[in-house]
């Protein structure tokens, strides 16, 4: 097919290759504008723009695609369809119109579950028992449309965001060239989303990131493996920033928030925590045994 694809992380990429790979024409890559990023904050492009470019299609990063010059342009492109994974920007009717088979979305989530900006994260976080990939036909509403497709995966105590968006990468990429397939030979069907169970991935803030030691051990441990590894969920010992990343849940009590085992076993509201990789502020990432040999974190500190 003739097609555009428009995303922009580095969860996007392993989509567009299996199309390429698949032997679909794609005649140009939409994606967001390079970001300020690092030390020197120098203009960076965005991964999907760096796959794109080395493979020699046409890149285009437009700051909005609202204005009708940005829709002449890409009806002008006579699209079979169009392709979307994580663009980071809402379509309008003009541009979901424009190909002739329609706009299909990869989204990381069992849909009407978690429709929006952070669908992993927020998986994990909730205490989600699985969740996976659907591929939907895009439609105006957020994350709303039909699904032709879906993949389903376990989530378990060991999984953390970093490695399920790997894993859905690569499977997702592989259920959008199938189903991609299967439309071209005109095949469905296409399945209505239910108006049950609708639940909205609202962005990560800092604020939230904060590790809660009140709640049960648990939810603490699903909170911290559903932001790594990034933002990352912290904690305080004294005036020092802790970013925990990876943390098992272990048998103790005590003071919600105080450090009641070695090497860093820390109480919370019902059973305790092991913190067992971490990170300090301007330092890599360090199990525990090797952190607390820099930074001892003692039995009885408390942890805010």
Not at 32 to 55: C, D, F, N, Y
Not at 100 to 105: I, K, R, T, W
């Amino acid at each position: 097919m003739r097609i555009a694809f428009l995303g922009t992380p580095q969860f996007a990429v392993p989509t567009l290759e299996a199309l390429i790979a698949a032997g679909h024409e794609v005649v140009c890559v939409y994606s967001q504008p390079p970001r300020p990023a690092g030390r020197g904050q120098k203009l960076q492009a965005s991964p999907v723009q760096v796959a794109a470019e080395a493979r020699g299609i046409e890149v285009r990063t437009p700051v909005s695609l609202k204005d009708a010059e940005s829709q002449a342009a890409f009806a002008g492109l006579n699209l079979d369809a169009a392709i979307v994974v994580a663009y980071g920007l809402l379509l309008p009717l003009e541009i979901l119109q424009a190909p002739q088979l329609g706009c299909f979305n990869l989204h990381a989530s069992l849909l009407p579950r978690w429709r929006g900006a952070a669908p992993i994260h927020r998986a994990i976080m909730a205490g989600d028992v699985e969740t996976g990939v659907m591929v939907m036909r895009m439609e105006l509403g957020l994350d709303t449309g039909p699904v032709l497709a879906a993949w389903r995966t376990p989530i378990g105590d060991t999984t953390t965001t970093g490695a399920l968006q790997d894993m859905l990468a690569r499977e997702g990429a592989g259920l959008m060239v199938e189903t991609l397939q299967r439309v071209g030979a005109g095949g469905g069907p296409d399945v209505t989303q239910s108006a049950d169970g609708v639940s909205y991935a609202k962005k990560i803030t800092a604020d939230e990131a904060r590790i809660d030691w009140s709640k049960p051990a648990h939810e603490v441990l699903r909170h911290v493996h559903g932001l790594n590894p990034a933002p990352g969920a912290w904690t305080m010992s004294g005036e020092t920033r802790l970013k925990a990343l990876r943390v098992r849940v272990v048998e103790g009590c005590g003071a919600v928030g105080e450090v009641i085992g070695a090497p860093l076993v820390v109480a919370c509201g019902e059973g305790a925590i092991e913190i067992v990789e971490l990170q300090r502020a301007g330092r890599g990432v360090q199990d525990v045994t090797e952190f607390v040999r820099g930074f001892p974190v003692g039995v009885g500190v408390k942890l805010s």
